[in-house]
């Protein structure tokens, strides 16, 4: 009996271990299953050149960015993002057309017997069935975002024309290691032989990790945050102020690729401008209406919400009303003593098993100074925010990638 696409995705997320569901127990630290699995499919993996991109937090805004430019300058392009928000086929696009619902559950159906003898993780899944994709589309580079870390994560059987590292922030500490450098050197796992490598952030405890491994494997290092590196290229003006190292990163990473393709500059800035609208990219400082003025950002650690919170100030309002909910597993009293304490709150949690439940984050959050109601539902709380909030007040909903999900 065939499945339908809501029995594939139940497959794929009740056999298999997923991150966004379990936590540091559905992580595997090896590559062996993916390159198995991906050896069962004949190599997907070789038939692309590809982009490797990880960092703590944009990687997803600059692997959107640069799939942009290669899309505009007529490249056939593969994106691999996660996690998604609204639909599992956002993950995999081809020149910005998701993944096709049948396409997925043919994946599932075609290798169920791989599947069973292998059992491989949801992420690994995932990874092998977006190399397959992009095989079978013929596309000429695949954009490719890191899962989490990068020495260990599935997507790092590929050989990259160039690799990325947009920054290191402290995230995910108990998979990853519990300083900078450590993190650091998670992620320096994708560099590779003889392949250059971009930097887009200047960090002293970061930086030498970088430096060490790229010298290990002739790897050539390029700075993104050295204006003498990236000729001094202004970036865009309209977009927010978070969104201009990431542009700077992409910038940098294709100055490496105009060895390979013919990037022109005005396509470049056309489709750094739009990227977006040219690679249907969601959920950072995306504004979800006027009246009340509402914003949305899925960033959820440190750095993620100092950037959100820099946003806010910038903006006029009167009154701000923040939408907030949160995951259980990580210490995020650091990060809930960011928010300011002057907001009115509405502590909710999003439907998932790793959402904290939003009494238990409303207990947190009042310790730190942070007041406000429980409205266990993110929908709910959203509604509750819009009502209360007058004409020129500010309603901010974030906190996590799956509150966001939701009121998307």
Avoid at 222 to 243: L, W
Avoid at 281 to 306: A, I, M
Avoid at 345 to 367: G, H, I
Wanted: proline share 4%; hydrophobic share 40%; net charge negative.
């Amino acid at each position: 009996m065939s499945l339908n696409y809501q029995q594939t995705l139940d497959f794929l997320y009740t056999q298999l271990p997923m991150y966004q569901q379990q936590g540091a127990s559905a992580l595997n630290y090896k590559l062996d299953k993916i390159l198995r699995f991906c050896e069962a499919l004949g190599h997907p993996e070789k038939a692309f050149k590809a982009v490797h991109v990880a960092g703590t937090n944009g990687k997803g805004s600059t692997s959107h960015m640069l799939a942009a430019v290669l899309q505009r300058a007529g490249v056939k392009t593969g994106l691999y993002t996660s996690p998604h928000l609204k639909n599992f086929t956002e993950r995999i696009k081809v020149n910005g057309s998701e993944i096709s619902e049948e396409a997925v559950i043919n994946f599932v159906e075609n290798h169920k017997a791989l599947i069973k003898e292998l059992k491989p993780s949801f992420f690994e899944m995932t990874v092998a069935m977006a190399f397959e994709h992009f095989r079978d589309e013929e596309v000429e580079v695949a954009v490719v975002e890191v899962g989490l870390g990068g020495r260990f994560d599935s997507t790092n059987i590929i050989k990259p024309l160039v690799s990325v590292i947009t920054n290191i922030g402290l995230d995910h500490q108990a998979l990853l290691g519990n300083t900078l450098a450590e993190i650091a050197f998670e992620k320096a796992g994708i560099i590779k032989q003889d392949t250059p490598v971009v930097i887009g952030e200047f960090h002293p405890e970061t930086f030498p990790v970088f430096e060490e491994q790229a010298k290990k494997l002739n790897a050539p290092l390029i700075k993104a945050f050295d204006p003498v590196e990236t000729g001094h290229r202004p970036v865009s003006p309209h977009i927010p102020d978070y969104q201009k190292k990431n542009q700077r990163t992409a910038l940098a990473a294709i100055e490496q690729l105009r060895n390979h393709y013919v990037l022109p500059e005005e396509i470049v800035d056309q489709a750094l401008e739009n990227f977006r609208e040219i690679t249907g990219f969601t959920g950072r400082w995306q504004k979800l209406s006027e009246k009340p003025l509402t914003y949305c950002d899925t960033g959820h650690n440190e750095d993620g919400v100092k950037a959100v919170i820099n946003e806010i100030q910038k903006l006029q309002w009167e009154k701000l009303h923040i939408v907030l909910g949160m995951v259980n597993d990580k210490d995020i009293s650091k990060v809930l003593s960011l928010f300011p304490k002057e907001a009115n709150y509405y502590f909710c949690n999003a439907n998932m098993p790793r959402a904290l439940a939003a009494a238990e984050l409303a207990q947190k959050a009042e310790s730190l100074g942070l007041k406000g109601k429980v409205v266990p539902d993110v929908k709910e709380a959203l509604k509750a925010a819009q009502a209360e909030a007058q004409a020129n007040d500010l309603v901010f909903v974030g906190g996590s990638t799956f509150v966001v999900a939701e009121v998307l």
